[in-house]
């Protein structure tokens, strides 16, 4: 009996020596009892336990978009969402050596794009961006 309370009381010890390790935030009346961490980078960790389910669910939302894009470089976030669902040679693409091409072009007309300052070339050139894309995807 001496040893499983002894035990017991060194578990808990180091439960709650490494709890403290990294700092979270809560909010007032979350049901959830949600902690959310920031990493380092600033990525924020919402983190809560739902024990009627055995699973694990993740989603990332990041704040990105169109109001966040810089003034020179408007359409930034559409490009990077092209480029998170094209993938590389070993993920997420289908057929990598035909889009490549595709790809390279989108990158460039953006680059254009940027360097642009006539709104009716701006226009054209993200008209063959969304063109380009299209067929890419």
């Not at 960790?45 to 978009?65: C, D, F, L």
């Not at 480029?83 to 989108?106: C, H, Q, R, V, W």
């Amino acid at each position: 009996m001496k040893r499983l309370l002894l035990l017991t009381t060194v578990v808990m010890a180091l439960l709650a020596s490494s709890c403290s390790k990294y700092k979270y935030e809560t909010v007032s009346g979350d049901p959830m009892k949600t902690r959310i961490y920031t990493l380092p980078n600033g990525l924020k960790v919402y983190m809560s336990v739902n024990k009627e389910t055995p699973r694990i669910q993740t989603y990332i939302a990041v704040r990105v978009g169109g109001k966040n894009d810089p003034a020179e470089t408007t359409g930034l976030a559409h490009y990077f969402e092209h480029l998170m669902f094209k993938g590389t040679p070993n993920f997420g693409t289908s057929n990598y050596e035909a889009e490549k091409p595709l790809l390279d072009e989108i990158e460039q007309l953006f680059e254009t794009y940027r360097q642009t300052t006539d709104e009716a070339e701006r226009a054209a050139i993200y008209h063959r961006i969304d063109s380009i894309s299209y067929e890419a995807s």
